[in-house]
């Protein structure tokens, strides 16, 4: 099993809908939380970044995380074209010199 | 700034081949990291140097890959013999606060 599981899609939504993208993690260690956003032939772009529980807001943009569970969320409000892209979970340890661990990406398609 | 650069972008090669991958970090980010990417396997990590320092290679997956950071604006990777199986995209990144950067990748092939 992977540290980090993310169901690779494709996810193909309309424009306007509410798209929510999960990852699911095995280590109880990790503390801090990332979502990074990739377009196609690009490098990937940090998104939203999170400290242990809870949620955080940016705009359209939601992340939550639920340590209990080992379960973070992703979600996006009213999805515009542009949205389109691949989003990787990333999740670390506290401490220094810890790396990150990657799920594999989920690819999403909005329609116009 | 200009963010992460690589060089080259694009690179096809024969198996048995010497391929080397460079990569100019932003300036001021002291961390710098080697990222394979493939379908199958996702966003994998090679290496990652503090300061200049190697501090985990343990992503590398054999002897013929080998990274190297002379200085604070410049790290190579080199795969040495190349094989089919290398053909990935590579990235590089750097890191401020907690922050990784990337750059646009190189889409290595090898035939």
């Known amino acids: 099993q992977k540290e980090v599981e993310q169901d690779p899609g494709p996810l193909s939504v309309p424009e306007g809908a509410i798209v929510s993208l999960n990852c699911t993690y095995s280590n109880s260690a990790f503390q801090y939380f990332m979502w990074y956003r990739q377009y196609s032939r690009k490098g990937p772009e940090l998104l939203m970044y999170t400290y242990s529980s809870g949620n955080k807001e940016d705009g359209r943009f939601t992340a939550q995380v639920d340590k209990s569970s080992k379960y973070i969320s992703l979600f996006i409000r009213d999805s515009q074209p542009s949205d389109s892209a691949t989003y990787l979970c990333?999740?670390?340890?506290?401490?220094?010199?810890?790396?990150?661990?990657w799920g594999l990406g989920t690819s999403l398609a909005v329609n116009p | 700034d200009a963010g992460v650069i690589q060089s080259p972008r694009h690179e096809v090669t024969e198996m048995g081949q010497e391929v080397t991958l460079r990569c100019k970090p932003i300036?001021?980010?002291?961390?710098l990291f080697w990222y394979r990417q493939t379908m199958m396997r996702g966003l994998e990590l090679l290496i990652y140097?503090?300061?200049?320092?190697?501090?985990?290679d343990s992503g590398m997956p054999e002897d013929r890959f080998s990274a190297k950071m002379p200085n604070a604006s410049f790290s190579t990777l080199k795969i040495q013999p190349s094989e089919p199986r290398d053909s990935a995209v590579y990235f590089c990144?750097?890191?401020?606060?907690?922050?990784?950067?990337f750059g646009p990748g190189t889409r290595l092939t090898v035939l």
């Open positions: 140097f503090n300061n200049n320092v190697p501090i985990d």
């Open positions: 990144a750097s890191r401020v606060s907690d922050e990784q950067f």
């Open positions: 990333a999740m670390r340890e506290a401490g220094n010199n810890r790396k990150l661990i």
């Open positions: 300036s001021g980010h002291n961390s």
